[in-house]
């Protein structure tokens, strides 16, 4: 704990694996903070990284973020910055090691002390934790994990703030982790600063939320802002958000001086209601949080201030991501011009199920949609334009049978030349089949997992 | 006097998804404008809205925030890395939710409109 310090300025350096990479670079050199958060993971994500660690076992972590580090580390040693990232994927070691190797290149290997958290990865351990009695059952269907387990490539459990606060109290200025809550790599810095009781409710509440705010980068910013996106200026220099927290866990989310974008009342609360749930009742492994409390106020511009959130005890269940291979999809899209777009494109989609049909292919899932037309809305599109300049036919289909998906891909450029005319837009070539790793959400004892967490220096 | 308007004249949303459901946050664009969205905008008539796409609805109201929360189960076509659809993390459900129609005073869509102009 840094006494006596006022404000903690904590930045978002990427709201999701694949984010603007500009934007950490900017917020490191573009004014004063104090740390640097980077969420990587989100359920789909940490599929992606699985399979990439199944194909290499030094893969499953977000490359690019080395990549990243290796521009920014001397600015981080030089204005005394702390970065923290849950980049670790599903294979934290691997990251904070290339971290590492890139730490030494950038000619600042001294001055960087890299902690890894590791404890998440519960993969090894499934069996154990099922005989000990975690039925991991889905907490969607209620299903038992056996109905899957020959399939699961991994589990991962959510871990909090903890690892994080402990990882900057052995005086890391880099922080790497797996499974940390996005929420938690935000929390952490400021209960490392301010001393925050773990069990004072409302301020982890409040710490969550300025979390919340952050761990989707720009969308707090002006980023995919509907209300009054065409005033949204220079989103091209879009600032990324940064919280300016005080003792008391009240905050103001602003972003750098000079930069594009906005910050205000409408941007925070987009942000806010972004994948929520029962708002009175936002569980994470920190604690739980009432949404229904949050006091937004504008305070100058971009400026918003967050105030009056209130918190209730965390439960002793932490959540557990286990990724299992459930089969096979592809996807597939032709486009059909004027005139009678929308009704060639359909008569295509009849001859299409015929032919997949005669060849005696099922599957679990055929859907087709017409981009231009329904995709998006669905019925509540209504009827498009009979004039309509276009429309794309995309069909997918989903299934356990690889060999039935694979045959489905050779059924699209077919089209081209046996099916209705003014087609186009089949350059792509076959569509690929693409192995699905799906996401069983489940629930473990923490007394299961937290006296297996380690923080160490690399 | 009562008047029809589309939502999208008195709301702002975002939406995001959790496995197979897909939330909508519908937020009013001034004050005046959220007890008339908490009474019109109910879960039955969302789920009529949604006819077809969803499998049920449920809501929950954020006065300190001006916003309705709408949780549209069964919207994603099982969701996440297995659902074929061009929005399979319901990224859109919420502009889909504003095209809805609902009454309103006619002072409300008189404010409405001005604040549109």
Not at chain 1, 256 to 273: D, F, M, P, R
Not at chain 2, 54 to 70: C, D, I, K, Q
Request: hydrophobic share 40%.
């Amino acid at each position: 704990m840094t006494e006596g310090k006022d404000t903690v300025r904590i930045a978002a350096g990427q709201g999701f694996w694949g984010d603007w990479l500009e934007a950490p670079v900017r917020q490191v050199r573009g004014g004063p903070i104090d740390y640097l958060v980077l969420d990587y993971l989100a359920e789909v994500t940490m599929s992606i990284l699985q399979k990439q660690r199944t194909r290499d076992p030094a893969a499953g972590y977000a490359r690019d973020f080395v990549t990243l580090m290796e521009r920014i580390l001397p600015d981080v040693a030089e204005r005394g910055i702390k970065v923290i990232s849950n980049a670790g994927g599903v294979n934290p070691r691997g990251c904070a090691e290339a971290v590492r190797a890139a730490a030494e290149r950038a000619g600042v290997g001294d001055k960087i002390r890299i902690a890894l958290v590791t404890g998440d990865d519960i993969l090894d351990r499934l069996d154990e934790l099922t005989s000990a009695g975690e039925p991991f059952a889905n907490m969607d269907t209620d299903r038992p994990l056996s109905d899957v387990r020959p399939q699961v490539r991994s589990a991962n459990a959510y871990l909090g703030m903890q690892p994080v606060v402990d990882a900057l109290g052995l005086g890391a200025n880099v922080v790497i982790t797996g499974r940390v809550t996005d929420t938690g790599l935000t929390l952490g810095p400021l209960v490392h600063e301010f001393g925050w009781a773990t069990d004072d409710w409302d301020r982890i509440a409040a710490g969550t939320i300025a979390g919340h705010i952050l761990e989707c980068g720009a969308q707090s910013s002006g980023g995919n802002l509907l209300r009054g996106w065409r005033n949204v200026k220079r989103l091209e220099d879009v600032g990324f958000p940064i919280v300016e927290a005080s003792p008391d866990g009240s905050f103001v989310v602003t972003k750098h001086e000079g930069t594009g974008g906005v910050v205000n009342i409408a941007s925070v609360t987009e942000q806010l209601v972004y994948e929520m749930g029962d708002p009175t009742t936002y569980i994470t492994p920190d604690g739980i949080v009432d949404f229904t409390t949050i006091r937004l106020k504008a305070r100058g511009k971009h400026r918003v201030r967050v105030s009056g959130i209130q918190g209730r005890p965390r439960t002793e269940l932490l959540k557990v991501s286990v990724a299992y291979f459930y089969g096979y999809k592809a996807v597939g899209s032709l486009v059909y011009s004027w005139p009678d777009a929308f009704e060639k494109a359909k008569a295509a989609d009849r001859i299409l199920r015929k032919r997949l049909k005669a060849l005696g292919l099922s599957f679990e899932q055929i859907l087709t949609e017409y981009v231009g037309v329904d995709a998006t809305h669905g019925p509540l599109a209504g009827a498009p334009s009979p004039e309509i300049a276009e429309v794309m036919l995309r069909v997918g289909v989903r299934g356990p049978d690889r060999a039935a998906v694979e045959r489905f891909t050779r059924e699209i450029a077919p089209l081209v030349l046996t099916g209705p005319p003014s087609v186009t837009g089949f350059a792509g070539g076959r569509p690929a089949v693409e192995e699905i790793i799906a996401y069983w959400p489940a629930l473990v004892g923490r007394d299961k997992i937290e006296p297996f967490v380690r923080v160490e220096m690399v | 006097m009562a008047t029809t308007i589309q939502l999208r004249h008195l709301a702002h949303a975002r939406s995001g998804d959790k496995g197979d459901t897909a939330n909508v946050g519908l937020i009013a664009l001034a004050p005046e404008f959220y007890p008339v969205l908490v009474e019109q905008v109910t879960r039955k008539r969302v789920a009529r809205h949604f006819k077809g796409m969803v499998s049920g609805v449920e809501r929950f109201e954020l006065p300190n925030l001006l916003a309705l929360n709408f949780l549209l189960h069964g919207a994603l076509d099982g969701g996440g890395t297995l659902s074929l659809k061009t929005d399979a993390q319901g990224k859109v459900y919420s502009t889909a939710l504003l095209r809805m129609e609902i009454e309103v005073p006619r002072r409300i869509a008189k404010r409405a409109l001005e604040m549109a102009s």
